[in-house]
C-alpha cells in the first residue's frame, strides 16, 4: 500500500504561482512513478505531469509545458508541483498518483490522494 497526501492548493490570481505537495508514504519502493492529474467540473481526469523517484525523468503534458515543474525531494519522499502563470483554465481538483511506469494514462496508476483545489481567477 501506497498513501499519498496533497497539500498547497488554494485560491490565486491568473498570472500567479502555487506550488502543490505530496507526501508519499508506505511501500513506496513499490511504485517507481508519482504522477499529478487534475479533473475540472464536467471534464475528464487529465495528466499533467510526472517524475520517476530514481532518475528524475520528466514528462509534461504540453498545455502546462514552460509553466509547471515537477520535482521530487527522495529523502523526504515528497514530490512538488510549481505552477507559474497559472490560468483561468488550470482550475481543477489536482490528484496526485503513484504507478509503475511514466506515462500519461492515469489506468498506469494505481495510488492516488485525495485531491486539493486549486482555483485561478480572472
Known amino acids: 500500500q501506497v498513501q499519498l497526501l496533497e497539500s498547497g492548493g488554494g485560491l490565486v490570481q491568473a498570472g500567479g504561482s502555487l506550488r502543490l505537495s505530496c507526501a508519499a508514504s508506505?511501500?513506496?519502493?513499490?511504485?517507481?512513478?508519482m504522477g499529478w492529474f487534475r479533473q475540472a467540473p464536467g471534464k475528464e481526469r487529465e495528466f499533467v505531469t510526472g517524475?520517476?523517484?530514481?532518475?528524475?525523468?520528466?514528462a509534461y503534458a504540453d498545455s502546462v509545458k514552460g509553466r509547471f515543474s515537477i520535482s521530487r525531494e527522495y529523502a523526504k519522499n515528497t514530490v512538488y508541483l510549481q505552477m507559474n502563470s497559472l490560468k483561468p483554465e488550470d482550475s481543477a481538483v489536482y490528484y496526485c498518483?503513484?504507478?509503475?511506469?511514466?506515462?500519461?494514462?492515469?489506468?498506469?496508476?494505481?495510488?492516488w490522494g485525495q485531491g486539493t483545489q486549486v482555483i485561478v481567477s480572472s
Open positions: 498518483a503513484a504507478g509503475s511506469r511514466l506515462a500519461s494514462a492515469y489506468r498506469t496508476y494505481d495510488y
Open positions: 508506505g511501500r513506496t519502493f513499490s511504485r517507481p512513478v
Open positions: 517524475i520517476t523517484w530514481n532518475g528524475g525523468n520528466t
